[in-house]
């Protein structure tokens, strides 16, 4: 199969591209790097996934006449197109409040040119959603059955919106579509925006961390092996056009799956855990909640597991100190 894989350059779509690799799979890879942190990381997971199968397509898939001749490309070398993972997005909560164009070019134009894309081509997709879409739904754990309609930033509305936008396609033109709700994915070769890599790097130097709430926050962290299989378990399976209720309420082929560890740990446990990795103490600046923030995550992964048999398998005792390893060698801590 030849898959298309957006945000190739990215955490997620980095450990995909391998993954389908590894299987013997041909990806076309699209990217622009933006510098929504620092390119070099986003060059650093390209260049480890140079090898025979991979097409690195430079190209913003919100810009439609550079997407179609980026395709035509991939198509002409790799064959047809089989299938699309489209993981590339403009990520962040905090960045959308002073960023909000930024968002609307990337999650809301550019998820509907590869709603597009899919249509045309008549081929199954999985496409990045987020826990955030729950707002703050204060029942735990969130369920795909429970309401989205309230979110608390921009971040979060555009990807409710890439939601209705599928669902939409799914009715009018039967493209089987997966929609998979990430919750807190770290791991080798993650974000530096994300807290994970930077608690582990503000320990590391011996620098001050702010942490919000003052402290009194849960996420359920998802190692990004878990989500990978997850993932692939849903490209490879993609809803059926049968009538039949999807999580999510669809009677079109559109599911929406939460995919995460489904274990809510308190914040400053993971700051325990990455102190203990970095064999020093994680200096901290307690403040208030952040605008656009929440205070707790928690998935409810039994439709997935139904469904695809997904199975997270790695506690943040144990993805926490592979993160830190991965960590030192990258920085050199």
């Not at 040119?113 to 999985?126: G, H, I």
């Not at 929440?294 to 144990?318: K, L, M, W």
Request: glycine share 8%; hydrophobic share 40%.
């Amino acid at each position: 199969m030849s898959i298309l894989v957006t945000g190739a350059a990215g955490f997620i779509g980095h450990h995909l591209s391998r993954a389908l690799l590894d299987r013997g799979e041909t990806v076309a890879g699209i990217d622009n790097l933006t510098p929504y942190y620092d390119p070099a990381l986003k060059r650093a997971r390209l260049a480890g996934l140079d090898r025979p199968g991979f097409l690195d397509l430079r190209v913003d898939f919100a810009d439609m006449a550079a997407l179609d001749a980026a395709i035509a490309r991939a198509s002409a070398k790799l064959g047809p197109i089989s299938a699309i993972a489209h993981l590339g997005a403009q990520p962040g909560v905090r960045w959308s409040i002073d960023h909000p164009h930024a968002y609307a070019h990337s999650n809301l134009a550019g998820h509907l040119n590869m709603l597009e894309v899919a249509r045309r081509l008549r081929v199954p997709m999985v496409y990045a959603s987020s826990s955030s879409v729950y707002g703050a739904n204060a029942s735990l754990p969130f369920r795909v059955e429970d309401r989205t309609d309230h979110p608390v930033s921009l971040y979060a509305a555009t990807k409710k919106a890439d939601e209705l936008m599928s669902e939409t396609y799914a009715h009018l033109y039967r493209i089987p579509l997966t929609g998979l709700r990430f919750f807190t994915v770290y791991g080798p070769w993650g974000r530096p925006d994300m807290a994970v890599w930077h608690f582990t790097e503000s320990c590391l130097k011996g620098q001050p961390v702010r942490i919000f709430n003052h402290g009194r926050m849960r996420r359920d962290f998802t190692y990004v092996d878990d989500i990978i299989a997850g993932v692939l378990a849903c490209l490879y399976r993609p809803p059926a056009d049968d009538g039949q209720e999807k999580p999510g309420g669809s009677h079109a082929p559109h599911a929406l799956y939460n995919i995460g560890n489904s274990r809510s740990e308190e914040l400053m446990r993971l700051v325990d855990l990455i102190e203990q990795a970095c064999g020093r103490r994680l200096e901290r600046e307690f403040h208030p909640m952040q605008p656009g923030d929440v205070p707790d995550t928690y998935a409810d992964v039994s439709a997935i597991a139904r469904d695809h048999g997904f199975a997270p398998s790695t506690p943040i005792e144990a993805g926490i100190p592979r993160f830190v390893q991965w960590f030192r060698g990258w920085s050199g801590l």
